[in-house]
């Protein structure tokens, strides 16, 4: 049997601006729509489309238990989430396509 893959992910809208977290089960495909502007809402209004960090997990249950966890987050823990495995804010979406 396959296992099925989930990930938390963090865009942004450029280096240090504004975050944005969501989950999904098609991380490829989710951000692909972010950066289209398909996504209506926040990600959306403010232009919220480079992929900074995400994490992957086997189980939907304990992805949204992190997505939670991560929006209670102040800002600062959030960039130190980022910044401890992509410093230069480098668009990832490019390495997740490939």
Request: aromatic fraction near 14%.
């Amino acid at each position: 049997m396959l296992t099925q893959s989930y990930y938390v992910y963090l865009l942004t809208s450029s280096r240090r601006g504004t975050l944005y977290v969501g989950v999904t089960n098609d991380l490829l495909k989710r951000v692909w729509q972010h950066k289209q502007g398909l996504v209506e809402g926040f990600s959306k209004r403010y232009r919220i489309r480079t992929l900074v960090w995400y994490e992957q997990t086997d189980s939907i249950e304990s992805a949204i238990v992190r997505e939670k966890q991560i929006k209670k987050w102040n800002r600062a823990w959030k960039i130190e989430l980022i910044e401890a495995n992509n410093p230069d804010w480098k668009d990832l979406y490019k390495d997740v396509a490939t």
